[in-house]
Antibody, heavy 122, light 110 residues
Framework: QVQLVQSGAEVKKPGASVRVSCKAS????????INWVRQAPGQGLEWMGWMEPNTGNTAYTEDFRGRVTMTRSTSTGTAYLELTNLRSDDTAVYFCARGAGADYFYYHFDVWGKGSTVTVSS | QSVLTQPPSASGTPGQRVTISCSGS????????VSWYQQLPETAPKLLIY???QRPSGVPDRFSGSKSDTSASLAISGLQSEDEADYYC???????????FGGGTKLTVL
């Protein structure tokens, strides 16, 4: 079945970096964008950006530009999110989600990973 | 502040019909289709509705979506206790050039 399996929880100090992985299976990895969405404790969902696995092209929201990098390994079907210069307010669950829809007009997330908890604490 | 506006809470009794609204602008809801996600406690979001009113396979027909101009709605009929969850709307924003979410609505089944 189609699924996205994410890496485990991380605890980091302020100023450090974290890398979260998202391994796809059950479909052709290069055919769908991988999006990253985060959820701070008790808060709503926040889209961070996406990565096109076929080309490696990325788009990030203004809030994360300069601190976030989304990459992939096409050989293993794995997407990665790296966030640098971590702050306490980066403490959140980070979800990867497969993008679906022929273009922006129809865009939605049809498959989600279970989430990776990142805790930033001194 | 979220780009899309949802009521923070909604409630109903078993068997009732409840609706959750999602208000935006021409650059997002007004110009693109809306999707809805259900997030049960301590779990990942799940796609409930896409393209305004389409249900993925496996989603009960008790869930329905609609859109008019710059507002969208999610309706849940025959409310059940297992529907107690957070619900989020989302769409593409042409001005921000990205996906935007509503702030979420916590549904309580009384």
């Amino acid at each position: 079945q189609v699924q996205l399996v994410q890496s485990g929880a991380e605890v980091k100090k302020p100023g450090a970096s974290v890398r979260v992985s998202c391994k796809a299976s059950g479909y052709t990895f290069t055919s769908y964008e991988i999006n990253w969405v985060r959820q701070a404790p008790g808060q709503g969902l926040e889209w961070m950006g996406w990565m096109e696995p076929n080309t490696g092209n990325t788009a990030y929201t203004e809030d994360f530009r300069g601190r976030v990098t989304m990459t992939r390994s096409t050989s293993t079907g794995t997407a990665y999110l790296e966030l640098t210069n971590l702050r306490s307010d980066d403490t959140a669950v980070y979800f990867c989600a497969r993008g679906a829809g022929a273009d922006y007009f129809y865009y939605h997330f049809d498959v989600w990973g279970k989430g990776s908890t990142v805790t930033v604490s001194s | 502040q979220s780009v899309l506006t949802q009521p923070p809470s909604a409630s109903g009794t078993p068997g009732q019909r409840v609706t959750i609204s999602c208000s935006g602008s021409r650059s997002n809801v007004g110009g693109n289709t809306v999707s809805w996600y259900q997030q049960l406690p301590e779990t990942a979001p799940k796609l409930l509705i896409y393209m305004n009113n389409q249900r993925p396979s496996g989603v009960p027909d008790r869930f329905s979506g609609s859109k008019s101009d710059t507002s969208a709605s999610l309706a849940i009929s025959g409310l059940q206790s297992e529907d107690e969850a957070d619900y989020y709307c989302a769409t593409w924003d042409d001005s921000l050039k990205g996906v935007v979410f509503g702030g979420g609505t916590k549904l309580t089944v009384l």
